[in-house]
């Protein structure tokens, strides 16, 4: 369980942060793991204990407060439970991202699975199970654009470290691409001076 804050001048353009408010509890599953009912409430009496604990009283409010649950696979049972027993709704508002509707907190459930690689490629892939070796390029492509910041570091640290077969996997195929578009260009170069040669003579 984490506390983010979050600038009231800061704008988040990404749809996993639309619900983000000036004090956010975030709450995230190992891949390993799955979102159980207890969580969800663990979730909620950290929430009230934070907000409890802060002076001057009520000083942050309930709408200041929103919960993000992060799991890696679809909590069946949780969203049968806030449904069924607490009488809430569950919108799914983006691939892979759904709204409790009706509660007293804001509270959203990131299922990294069903994320939309576009918009949440890093989320998607903070995980011990890549997919595939195409996974581990893209990240290392977009890695490339984001080398000096050290927050995707850190994040691309964790990745490779948990799927280091993916991205050796990966490295070999950008090493014998590269190879191959190599040769293409030495060839192309050859090929050049050898027509600027008969364009002289």
Not at 51 to 59: F, I, L, M, Q
Not at 64 to 85: A, D, K, M, T, W
Not at 191 to 197: D, I
Request: aromatic fraction near 10%; proline fraction near 2%.
């Amino acid at each position: 369980m984490c506390r983010l804050r979050k600038k009231e001048t800061q704008i988040l353009k990404k749809n996993i942060g639309k619900i983000f408010r000036r004090y956010n509890i975030v709450e995230y599953k190992s891949p390993d793991d799955y979102l159980c009912i207890d969580d969800f409430y663990k979730g909620y009496a950290y929430t009230y204990f934070y907000k409890a604990d802060r002076t001057p009283v009520n000083s942050i409010l309930l709408e200041e407060l929103p919960i993000s649950f992060v799991c890696q696979n679809y909590p069946r049972e949780l969203f049968r439970h806030i449904v069924g027993e607490r009488k809430l709704q569950i919108e799914k508002v983006y691939a892979g991202i759904y709204y409790v509707i009706g509660d007293t907190l804001p509270i959203q459930i990131i299922v990294t699975g069903e994320l939309s690689k576009k918009e949440s490629l890093w989320l998607r892939n903070l995980t011990n199970q890549l997919k595939s070796t195409k996974d581990a390029e893209e990240l290392l492509k977009d890695y490339k654009k984001h080398k000096k910041n050290t927050l995707y570091e850190s994040v691309m640290d964790i990745i490779v470290r948990a799927n280091e077969e993916k991205f050796e996997e990966a490295k070999k195929m950008c090493k014998a691409l590269e190879e191959l578009m190599k040769d293409e260009l030495e060839a192309k170069k050859t090929e050049g001076g050898g027509n600027r040669r008969r364009a002289c003579q």
